[in-house]
C-alpha cells in the first residue's frame, strides 16, 4: 500500500517553478467539462482575452500551448522555419544554445551571435550577423536568460530585424508577468513564456503569440509544419474557428489555473508587478554584495526576476544547497553550463517575489557561509537588505 501523498512545505527561489498562488491552485479543483463545452470554450476566450493583456498585444493567435515553455519554443521555431531558411539566434546562455538547436532541427541555417555567458549581446554583433547571410528569416534573442540572469534588450535589435525583413522572436519564459514584453508596442512577431515562473502557476502549459505578420509565414509554407502537435493552423481552428475543432484534449485544469493566475496578474496591475520584481531584486543584490557574493550577470542588464551569485573560493555549492533544503526548506538553483559548481540562481519570480523570502534565503546563506568558514559579520545580509525597502 502507498500511504496519502505528502510534500514537505518548501520556500521556492530557484529558476522556476516558483510558489503558486492559493487562488490559482484552487481554480484547479474546479470540475471537468467537455473539451467542446460551451462554458469551457468561453474559459478559453477569457484566457486568450487575459494572455493579450499580459503579453501586451492585440495579436488573434495568442494561445496556451499544452506542454511547458520549451513546447512553446518548439512550437515557435517549428511553425515559421521550413529547410534551408537562415536563423539567426543570439546566445549568451543555456536557452539561446537550445534555441539554435531545435532551429536547426527544422531544417534552418543556423548563424549564431555568441557573447560571454552573463554578458548581453550587443546589437552590432546582431546587425554583423544579419549582414552576412541574404534574407534570413528569422532573429531569436532570449529576453530573460533563465541560466545566467541577464535582461537582454531587444528594441534595436528588433528594427535590425525589420529592416532585413526577417521575423523576430522573443523567448518570454522567464520575463513574461516580471517586465513588460508589451509585443505589439516593440514590434515582436512572435513570443512565448510558461506558467511555472513570473506568472505563478504550476508547470504545464507555455503560452504563445504570433503576429500577423508571423501568421502569413504560416500560412504560405512550401513544406507542412513539422509537429502535428504544435501545429496552430490546427490549433487555431481549436481555439478560434467559428467553428471548434477538436484537435488534442487539452488539459482543463491547468487552464483554469492560467485563467486565474492571469486575473491575478492584472489585479495587481502590471507596472507595480513588474516595480514589485525590481524591489525585491534589488534588496536581494544588496543583502548579497554585503557578504560578499558578487553578481554573474552584467551590471545594467540584470534580470529582476533571477539573480546569479558567484559561489566564494572554499564553498561547496551542493553542500550549501543541500543545507538549505534541510535546514530551511529553502530551494535555490545550481549553475547551469559554464557557472555549473560557480554560481547559485536565487529566482524571486511572482508569488516569491517578496520582502519575506529575500530575508529567509540571505539570512539562512549567510549562517550557511560563516558556518563553513566565510569571513562575515551575523546579520550583515539582511541589515543591507533591509535599507533598500
Known amino acids: 500500500m502507498y500511504d496519502e501523498l505528502i510534500v514537505p512545505p518548501r520556500v521556492l527561489l530557484g529558476p522556476g517553478p516558483s510558489e503558486a498562488n492559493a487562488r490559482v491552485l484552487k481554480a484547479m479543483t474546479t470540475p471537468m467539462l467537455g473539451y467542446l463545452d460551451t462554458k469551457f470554450v468561453e474559459v478559453m476566450d477569457d484566457t486568450v482575452a487575459l494572455l493579450r493583456q499580459v503579453f501586451g498585444t492585440e495579436n488573434r493567435l495568442t494561445l496556451p500551448v499544452s506542454g511547458t515553455g520549451t513546447a512553446g519554443m518548439e512550437a515557435a521555431l517549428a511553425n515559421v522555419i521550413e529547410p534551408g531558411d537562415g536563423v539567426v539566434v543570439g546566445i549568451n546562455g543555456y536557452f539561446g544554445e537550445r534555441i539554435a538547436n531545435i532551429a536547426a532541427r527544422c531544417g534552418g541555417v543556423v548563424t549564431t551571435v555568441e557573447t560571454e555567458w552573463g554578458t548581453h549581446i550587443p546589437t552590432e554583433k546582431i546587425a554583423e550577423a544579419i549582414a552576412k547571410i541574404s534574407a534570413p528569416k528569422l532573429v531569436a534573442l532570449v529576453h530573460g536568460e533563465t541560466s545566467t540572469g541577464i535582461l537582454q534588450p531587444l528594441t534595436d535589435a528588433i528594427e535590425i530585424a525589420r529592416s532585413s525583413g526577417a521575423l523576430f522572436l522573443a523567448d518570454c519564459v522567464t520575463s513574461l508577468g516580471g517586465q513588460p514584453v508589451d509585443m505589439d508596442a516593440r514590434d515582436i512577431d512572435i513570443a512565448y513564456s510558461c506558467t511555472q515562473k513570473c506568472l505563478a502557476g504550476p508547470p504545464g502549459l507555455s503560452p504563445i503569440s504570433f503576429s500577423e505578420r508571423a501568421v502569413d509565414v504560416i500560412r504560405n509554407r512550401k513544406t507542412p509544419i513539422q509537429s502535428f502537435y504544435l501545429d496552430m493552423t490546427l490549433l487555431e481552428n481549436y481555439w478560434h474557428g467559428e467553428k471548434r475543432s477538436y484537435h488534442h484534449t487539452v488539459s482543463m485544469s491547468m487552464i483554469y489555473a492560467l485563467r486565474e493566475a492571469l486575473r491575478v496578474v492584472l489585479e495587481e496591475g502590471l507596472a507595480a508587478r513588474y516595480e514589485r520584481h525590481e524591489l525585491n531584486a534589488r534588496a536581494l543584490l544588496a543583502g548579497a554584495k554585503a557578504i560578499g557574493l558578487q553578481p554573474a550577470a552584467e551590471q545594467g542588464y540584470r534580470a529582476p526576476m533571477l539573480t546569479t551569485l558567484r559561489i566564494p573560493a572554499g564553498i561547496d555549492d ?24 560557480k554560481a547559485w540562481r536565487i529566482g524571486l519570480m511572482g508569488e516569491s517575489a517578496n520582502e519575506r523570502n529575500v530575508m529567509l534565503v540571505l539570512n539562512a546563506l549567510e549562517k550557511l557561509l560563516i558556518e563553513f568558514g566565510h569571513n562575515t559579520a551575523p546579520g550583515t545580509a539582511v541589515h543591507a537588505a533591509s535599507q533598500v525597502y
Open 318 to 341: 551542493a553542500t550549501i544547497r543541500k543545507r538549505l533544503i534541510t535546514d530551511y526548506g529553502i530551494e535555490i538553483g545550481a549553475g547551469l553550463g559554464i557557472f555549473a559548481g
